[in-house]
Nanobody, 121 residues
């Protein structure tokens, strides 16, 4: 059993910042890639950022420079620092991770329950 729990969402004014956290717990042998996705009302879920276990990151061009993903492998936790937030960043943000629970077994794809981020004045 593996759980991902997001935290740090909330209401912020345009131009403000938020830092999201995603903590993985349970029967974890190793966490490979971790990522953040978001889904706004009436829109498809989209990639926000992804980070490999070794720290390589990838972002959509539209978010480069404002969002930064990081992780602490010792704490099984990923973070998303969001700066210069805009109203169009309003969405539910979901954490995703590829996790294996034992040596030699394939990684499973896990999702958190999501955390709401609202950017509004």
């Amino acid at each position: 059993q593996v759980q991902l729990v997001e935290s740090g969402g909330g209401l912020v004014q345009p131009g403000g910042s938020l830092r999201l956290s995603c903590a993985a717990s349970g029967s974890i042998f190793m966490i490979y890639a971790m990522g953040w996705y978001r889904q706004a009302p009436g829109k498809q879920r989209e990639l926000v950022a992804v980070i490999t276990r070794g720290g390589n990151t990838n972002y959509p061009d539209s978010l480069k420079g404002r969002f930064t993903i990081s992780r602490d492998n010792a704490k099984n936790t990923a973070y998303l620092q969001m700066n210069s937030l805009k109203p169009e960043d309003t969405a539910v943000y979901y954490c995703n991770a590829v996790i294996t629970m034992a040596w030699g077994t394939p990684g499973g794809d896990y999702w958190g329950q999501g955390t709401q981020v609202t950017v509004s004045s």
